[in-house]
């Protein structure tokens, strides 16, 4: 008699759990973490019946090694624009051709056909900003506009100074004060960047990540930074400035991709459609604060976000922006030597 | 028919093989979960790295010259990684620092501890692992509250006038080092207690009564008893202190790599997993090294005072 109740109770604790998953599909989403509006997921859920989880991840080199690996379960990930080629060319993303959904109509026009992708065969427009400087105007009231903040930075920041340690990043913003290009293996060029490098060093304070809190509390003066947590810095302080770097600054953007392995293909192309809606794009950005190449989304998006000159690029700084590139392994090799040689 | 000693034989094949088909899954453990691993660092170690993170499977032996000798990328000469050695020796000195704060620190605790009577020695015991409740980045994080020029120390002295501007202790070799005291302090104190604990304070009354001087008796009677102990706590506050990540990190603010922050530049950004790998071997080495030299001059003087 035993195994009957045995039996008994694994169907009943089975019809428990597929009665508890109710929903008429699930949608399994590889993320960055704090990035991922949970009123939109609710929205997205309600509308499609769809059970939605979402995990994160930190840097785009562990969602790459992770999704290489297989077997994540994962049905959607969002790369960042520098490593969408290679989750193209490595074969780990399905085309699903967002460029011809229904809400494809919406995305801006410099959007619609970036080089990482051109023609929107697999990738949709997650979040875009910039990478520049950030100031406290209550300590330094001289013009920002510049990288030489971070690499010759004024005595007033001296040792009050934070840089993101993103390698790219400050690569990129090191070749540009010097005069280069990015992705650069020029050594005349290179040679410069690490003197620079080098000599600033002793003037920065710190190479963190939590920049909104220590800006916040004062630990900070100044950072090298992305828009998006400059705009919470400002909201929290309103001496806290967004600078766009005469030099030129990097631009980037992360994409919603659907991986080749994933189970729920239907659900997720629904969901990649779902976010290139103005309302719901407008929604992903109150959370997370970036700026979302979405066409007509600005009259949804909160109010401390419409004008806010982290958000919505100044004219006369827009031209100076640049979508950061991944630059070759050869080149990224080199880089990874002078990051040694900065950090040793 | 089989004679007794068959018979005994017998048994004890069998008994062997009992033993060993019980300890198999134990062994498999040790095996699969702590050996394979390892395994594939090393393997790791001699490959060639993809051009966006992963290995390629050909053979290189690139890594392991890579860790000890570095080609300069402006004039081409081939020289010692002086980038690596810096920061392999910053790791190492911090370790053996580390060591020694919490040996000054955990000493006195403990023998203050041992000292104290059964009931209440308990509750000090307790104390002290309280700490181990919380999460590794939480106690850090607590640290860096009470340092930050905003903080709990920097407010009461400017409050009470000692200081007209906050000291700058957070982002400095002081904080690291503050930070790894207070995190590894228990793990030096419990196993000295645990020695101490057994220690016969009548040997301690005798050295007194022989008209030996306080310090004679904690250098010629406590210390050589509760060595140890001493051994296990360093023991045990080297290694991890060796690889700590998270503190220096935190309070150091980011700026100076140490080994464990090398290592995850090339899993990460760096995209060189086989120099990752062949780091953390060399890093092992390192450890194994300086267990085997510390155990053996250990053992020597051991033998000197027994």
Not at chain 1, 211 to 217: D, Q, S
Not at chain 2, 58 to 78: C, H, N, P
Not at chain 2, 179 to 190: F, K, N, R
Not at chain 2, 257 to 267: A, G, P, Y
Request: aromatic residues 10%; hydrophobic residues 45%.
């Amino acid at each position: 008699m035993n195994w009957k109740t045995t039996a008994t109770a694994m169907g009943l604790a089975l019809l428990a759990s597929t009665g508890l998953a109710r929903a008429d599909g699930v949608l399994n989403i590889y993320n960055w973490g704090n990035y991922t509006s949970p009123d939109v997921i609710k929205k997205f859920e309600a509308k499609y019946n769809i059970k939605v989880t979402i995990t994160d991840y930190d840097s785009n080199d562990t969602a790459l090694a992770k999704v290489r690996q297989g077997g994540t379960g994962f049905d959607i990930a969002v790369p960042s624009q520098t490593y969408v080629p290679i989750w193209i060319k490595e074969g780990l993303v399905q085309e699903t051709d967002p460029g011809q959904m229904e809400n494809a109509k919406n995305i801006a026009p410099e959007w619609a056909n970036p080089d990482f992708d051109p023609g929107r065969k697999y990738t949709v427009p997650w979040a875009w900003g910039t990478i520049g400087v950030v100031v406290n105007t209550d300590a330094y009231k001289g013009p920002a506009n510049t990288w030489g903040i971070i690499f010759n930075t004024p005595d007033e920041l001296k040792g009050k100074t934070n840089v993101v340690p993103e390698m790219g990043d400050v690569m990129f913003a090191a070749i540009k004060y010097v005069g280069g290009q990015q992705c650069t293996n020029d050594k005349a060029v290179l040679k410069k960047v690490r003197d620079l490098l080098v000599a600033a060093k002793p003037n920065w304070i710190a190479m963190e990540y939590n920049t909104i809190e220590k800006m916040g509390a004062g630990d900070f003066k100044a950072t090298s930074d992305w828009n998006g947590s400059a705009l919470r810095q400002r909201l929290a302080n309103p001496a806290i400035h967004f600078n766009y770097p005469k030099e030129g600054y990097g631009l980037w953007s992360d994409n919603v991709v659907v991986l080749k392995e994933a189970k729920n293909v239907e659900n997720a192309k629904l969901f990649q459609n779902f976010i290139m809606d103005p309302e719901n794009a407008a929604g992903l950005s109150a959370f997370h604060r970036y700026a979302n190449a979405i066409t007509g989304s600005d009259k949804y998006m909160p109010a401390d976000m419409k004008d806010a000159p982290e958000v919505v690029i100044p004219a006369d700084a827009k031209p100076l922006g640049e979508l950061q590139q991944m630059c070759a392994p050869e080149t990224q090799e080199l880089y990874t030597k002078i990051w040694t040689e900065l950090q040793k | 028919m089989a004679t007794a000693e068959e018979v005994a034989k017998a048994a004890e094949r069998r008994d062997v093989r009992d033993r060993w088909l019980l300890s198999a899954p134990a062994l498999l453990v040790i095996l699969f979960a702590a050996t394979g691993p390892l395994l594939i660092v090393l393997v790791y170690s001699f490959l060639t790295p993809g051009a966006y993170g992963d290995v390629k499977w050909q053979f290189s032996a690139d890594a392991w010259t890579s860790v000890f000798l570095e080609r300069d990328i402006f004039d081409d000469t081939l020289s010692l990684a002086a980038a690596h050695v810096t920061i392999f020796w910053r790791s190492i000195k911090l370790a053996v620092v580390t060591t020694l704060a919490t040996l000054a620190l955990g000493f006195p605790t403990a023998y203050f501890m041992a000292t104290r009577s059964e009931k209440t020695r308990d509750l000090w015991l307790f104390l002290i692992t309280i700490p181990f409740w919380t999460n590794l980045l939480i106690r850090t994080f607590a640290v860096l509250q009470i340092i930050r020029n905003e903080g709990i120390v920097n407010t009461i002295l400017l409050k009470l006038g000692i200081v007209s501007a906050p000291i700058q202790i957070l982002y400095t070799d002081t904080a690291i080092l503050i930070g790894m005291a207070y995190v590894y302090l228990p793990l030096m104190v419990l196993p000295i207690y645990a020695s101490m604990e057994k220690l016969d304070f009548r040997l301690v009354e005798a050295g007194y009564d022989l008209y030996a001087t306080r310090f004679k008796v904690l250098r010629k009677i406590i210390f050589p008893l509760v060595k140890p102990g001493v051994i296990a706590g360093s023991i045990l506050v080297f290694i991890p202190a060796l690889g700590a990540y998270v503190t220096p990190s935190v309070l150091g603010g980011g700026k100076n790599m140490m080994l464990s922050n090398l290592i995850e530049l090339q899993f990460g950004q760096g995209r060189n997993w086989p120099l990752g790998s062949a780091l953390s071997i060399t890093v092992m080495i390192i450890v194994m090294a300086a267990l085997l030299a510390y155990v053996r001059n250990a053992g020597k003087s051991g033998v000197r005072h027994g």
